[in-house]
């Protein structure tokens, strides 16, 4: 049994690893990992600008950069309706959709902690 507990706790900083990874390399802080958090919560919707802006409570005009990001990484869907409105989807496709995912599924705190982490790793000792 300890050694299944071992084994276990060693796939879980694994996993922690990776995340802490994936939230630097694309520099997933901030508002930035508000918006993914929101898709992973999400995954199945289309939203519009405005809707998720009000759900971050920022203007759509900071959303909007930021989606751009997602799009051009290819994270993030924006598909047109017939008035001209944009809607936006989480790209399952996407080889980083699992930790979003797997973001959203962490409880505020863990998300906090992954956050501290990240910011005490990228001040110069």
């Known amino acids: 049994m300890g050694q299944n507990m071992m084994i276990n706790e060693n796939c ?3 996993v922690h690893q990776d995340l802490i990874s994936f939230l630097k390399e694309n520099e997933f802080t901030g508002l ?3 918006l993914i958090l929101f898709w992973g919560r999400h995954p199945q919707t289309k939203f519009n600008l405005d809707c998720i802006a009000h759900f971050l409570d920022v203007t759509t005009h900071h959303v909007r950069e930021l989606m751009k990001e997602l799009i ?4 993030v869907n924006e598909q ?17 959709s699992a930790y979003i995912q797997h973001l959203a599924e962490l409880d505020w705190s863990a998300i906090k902690n992954l956050e501290l982490e990240i910011e005490q790793e990228s001040v110069p000792a």
């Open 32 to 34: 930035r990992l508000r």
């Open 72 to 75: 051009d990484k290819g994270m």
């Open 12 to 14: 879980s900083n694994m």
């Open 80 to 96: 047109y309706c017939t008035s001209g409105i944009a809607h936006y989807s989480l790209n399952y496709e996407h080889c980083l």
